[in-house]
């Protein structure tokens, strides 16, 4: 079992969208949280450490991961999914997005 987490900055749409979309994905756990201190569930140590795999959707994302949490990241791969901040909660093309780009790196 890998724990998957998905990181934007709000932790509004694209993160949580990703979160229900791989929801039920064989051998993982997923959640989903945000860099911004006002996040719906802000990032914090624990949750980076729980990760084994972590999906930020921008570099300035990953920089601030890095910045932040650089000692409670070392076992987690850190990738980032470069999907900008123009989408609605579960947007179609959201979805098809990370459904294109995140599966080969759940296997």
Known sequence: MKNVLFVCSQNRLRSPTAEQV?????????????????????LDAELVRWADIIFVMEKA????????????????????????????????????ILEEKVPRFLK
């Open 22 to 42: 791989f929801a039920n994905y064989p051998n993982i756990e997923v959640a989903s949280a945000g860099t911004n201190n006002d996040a719906e569930t802000p």
């Open 61 to 96: 994302h990953r920089s601030k991961l890095q910045r932040r949490f650089k000692a409670d990241l070392n076992r987690a791969r850190v990738i980032c999914l470069d999907i900008p901040d123009d989408y609605a909660y579960m947007d179609p093309r959201l979805v098809r």
